[in-house]
């Protein structure tokens, strides 16, 4: 039998997980109230483990915990969006950068040399959705590897924000030929140990990155996600 904490431990991940995946595919959408008795009952639990999982997806900005009301999930805007990859921007730029100063073998970016695979075979049968999934891969394994712990929480923080909007706008983009181009350039650059094409070629992915999201926005008129 487990300890009790163990399981609202596990409890609470689950609700993380679940209420995460709610709210990134917009089966709790932005601008809605949410009573933490209504999310507890959906998801079979008690809601303790519930407010614990609110508490945590707030810190990352998906949702707002008000008291004797519930929670809200809340909107991202475009104006929102842009102040988000401004920050991206710059961190994954620089973590980029101290990734080819480290002097990584080729064993150590495998997982790197993996995900870019991943995205060449996902953009060859049209399936975008496995992009997506190898693309976070990407970057989560990009930031991992420049090394710094506080960049690391801070794109985490705000990764689930950019992961909705581009949940939201997936299936009305160019097809991301130029994303996996880059994705290899800045790859080769790690591995070559060339720190300022690493950077640079980042951040130029990152910048068209941010305004083909942004175009979309104001095309198909998105106020918020």
Known sequence: MKPKNEKVLSNTQRAVHDLRGMILSGQLAAGTDHLESELAEHLGMSRTPVR???????????????????????????DDMCEIYDILTELESL???????????????????????????????EDLESWAEADDTFHRELVRLGGNTRVEKIVEMMSDQVTRARAATLYVRPLPLKSNED???????????????????????????????????????????
């Open 183 to 225: 994705h290899r350039a800045v790859y080769q650059a790690i591995r070559n140990r060339d720190p300022e094409t690493a950077h640079a070629r980042h951040r130029r992915h990152r910048l068209h990155a941010k305004a083909v999201i942004l175009e979309i926005l104001e095309k198909y008129r998105f106020s918020k996600l």
């Open 52 to 78: 614990e999982a609110a508490l945590m997806l707030e810190s990352k900005g998906l949702l707002e915990m008000r008291p004797r009301k519930g929670v809200r999930i809340l909107p991202v805007s475009p």
């Open 95 to 125: 973590a980029a950068q101290k990734a080819a100063e480290a002097g990584y073998g080729d064993d150590k970016l495998v997982p790197l040399a993996q995900s870019i695979d991943r995205m060449d075979n996902a953009i060859e049968s």
